[in-house]
């Protein structure tokens, strides 16, 4: 043990400790005439030397027909060498073992040996013991705490409860007691009873504790393609509905808006490797091949009864080929879909090509969940553009602003702004905030916000400068009205709000283009209500009023 001496001004009696400056135990080396080093490094050349020696002796007996058994003087005391050296060497592998029993009956004799004596007078920072874990009220059963100590000791596995008790709500109990039980920590706040945790079972979350409350807002009416819809947004960030509904309003004043689906298809990328960039090539080449492709859509689609394969772009670096599918999926997101149908086209391509070694199923040529080109300029999803003509009494009247400021500040900002920060795809002033709040809303995959939210922004003034165009380009939306998180209670009031709850039976797919339609239009909603408020000047205002809490948190 380091002990660092030192001279503290007034040492207080709690941090004073000295250490004990006894005899140590004695240590099977101590025995050794010479150090330890010199010691073995002796026995080791012995050893070698004359094993070296009389195997050399004995090759010349046998090549002379002399009995072995008949031994000179040297080759006596060769033997005795060896033996004497070999047991060294075999109780130097075991001195550690020998050492344990010299040393452990001092320490069983001697509980106090590592007791620090204050007469000694040698300080040693030692660091205070970790305050007690407060004791967290449960109230629970005397079989759930029993259960609960279960988890705690290790002999439940938190994950496995639901199985074994057959009751949802009840494991999540136990589960959330044993969390708070193991941090010290109170989870109080974060609610339990009320939710529907079978819903969730297999399928949305892994071992519960609780559930999230996020307030839900309504913007609107929005008036896209001539029909009214109500936008639900589950935020908590004040002024993010209100001024997309301010953006509604203007759109309804001007006569709507008007969106239009350009693509619809989910991709999957897996990525493969050969031999050599030859035999990649080859892949490449028989699957751009018509015939072929024709092949493997049969192959493709039989994995669902709604995926239908649409194209296979590929791409070759070296050796590995990224292969790029793209499939319609009915109502549902389909990332499941597409993987399925991708691992079945991949084992059928194995009887062609059997040295052809699968990497992964997603090659990140996908690409999910991360900001890419290739989503950007090829589409995945579903690709939108929305436009509306907002006219200039509105702009004034209802953005407070003017048509050449909006014009100027999306040139200068969602444009020449994004362009000097390298931007991909984040060519807008908020996207993402409407994104990210109807998402949540309605069941979607938050993550896929990501490439969700690539959007390109777009003002023009039109009728002579009185009038001012805006568009919103989306080519990467991501959602469904089926599977995942659509299906829980909450999630699906919201789908129902908008008329897209469920599949569409009478046009599959139908319900998930829709949705993406009006993510697009509360998109340009919100962009249009945000630049003007830039414009104007009154964004910091408007967030001092509405995006800080009055409540005072000291008298809580």
């Known amino acids: 043990m380091d002990v660092v001496r030192r001279r503290p001004t007034k040492p207080a009696p709690s941090d004073k400790v000295v250490v ?29 030397s004359v094993a070296y020696f009389l195997l050399h002796r004995w090759r010349d007996k046998i090549r002379n027909s002399t009995p072995l058994h008949v ?3 040297s080759e006596l005391a060769a033997i005795v060498c060896l033996i004497a050296s070999f047991i060294y060497l075999l109780g130097f592998f075991g001195i550690d073992f020998v050492q344990s029993f010299i040393s452990k009956p001092d320490a069983d004799d001697d509980p106090q040996r590592f007791i620090l004596h204050e007469d000694r007078n040698v300080l040693c920072s030692i660091p205070p013991p970790s305050p007690p874990k407060p004791k967290i009220p ?9 259960l609960v100590d279960r988890v705690v000791s290790g002999e439940i596995p938190s994950y496995s409860l639901e199985s074994k008790l057959g009751d949802c709500l009840r494991a999540a109990r136990i589960r959330r007691a044993a969390v708070q039980h193991l941090t010290g920590r109170s989870l109080e706040g974060l609610p339990l009873e009320a939710f529907d945790y079978d819903s969730i079972l297999g399928q949305c979350c892994e071992m519960p504790v609780g559930y999230v409350q996020i307030p839900v807002g309504i913007a609107g009416p929005l008036l896209l393609n001539g029909c009214e819809y ?25 006569g709507g808006a008007t969106c239009v689906l350009l693509r619809d298809g989910m991709t999957r990328a897996p990525v493969v490797r050969f031999p050599s960039a030859k035999r990649a090539s080859e892949l490449k080449f028989f699957i751009e091949d018509p015939i072929n492709f024709e092949t493997l859509s049969v192959v493709f689609n039989r994995s669902s009864r709604f995926a239908r394969l649409q194209s296979i772009k590929s791409a070759i670096a070296g050796k590995n080929l990224y292969l790029r ?21 991949l084992e059928f391509l194995q009887n062609d090509f059997p040295d052809m070694d699968v990497i992964g199923i997603s090659g990140n040529y996908c690409s999910d969940k991360k900001p ?32 050449s400021g909006l014009v100027e500040l999306n040139m200068l900002k969602n444009l020449t702004g994004s362009a000097m920060a390298g931007a991909l795809g984040g060519f807008n002033a908020h996207a993402a905030n409407i994104v990210s709040a109807i998402f949540i809303a309605t069941g979607q995959d938050p993550a896929q916000n990501i490439e ?53 039976k009478e046009s599959p797919g139908a319900n998930a283009q829709l949705l993406g339609l009006v993510v697009a239009g509360a998109v340009l909603a919100g962009e249009l209500s945000l630049m003007s408020a830039i414009s104007a000047g ?19």
């Open 20 to 48: 004990d400056r006894r005899p140590s135990s004695p240590k099977a080396s101590d025995a050794l005439p010479l150090p330890l080093y010199l010691t073995n490094g002796i026995f080791f050349t012995l050893f070698f």
């Open 71 to 73: 031994l000179t003087l």
């Open 138 to 146: 449960l109230n629970l059963s005397d079989d759930d705490d029993e």
């Open 230 to 254: 109500s936008v639900p947004m589950a935020t908590t960030e004040g002024c993010l509905v209100a001024s997309t509904n301010r953006g509604c309003k203007a759109i309804h004043a001007s």
């Open 325 to 345: 599918f793209t499939c319609s999926t009915g109502d549902a997101m389909g990332m499941n879909m597409v993987s399925k149908g991708v691992q079945n086209v």
């Open 372 to 403: 890419a080109a290739v989503n950007w300029i090829e589409g995945r999803g579903k690709s939108v553009v929305c436009e509306a003509t907002i006219s200039g009494d509105v702009v004034s009247k209802v953005l407070k602003t003017t048509v």
């Open 452 to 504: 969700s939210s690539h959007c390109i922004t777009m003002m023009e003034a039109v009728n002579d400068g009185k009038d001012i165009h805006i568009s919103v380009t989306m080519p990467s939306i991501e959602v469904g009205t089926v599977g995942g998180g659509t299906q829980l209670a909450s999630q699906s009031a919201c789908l129902n709000l908008l008329g897209v709850k469920g599949a569409n």
């Open 538 to 556: 009154q964004l910091v205002k408007s967030h001092m009023k509405y995006n800080r809490s009055q409540k005072n948190f000291a008298k809580n």
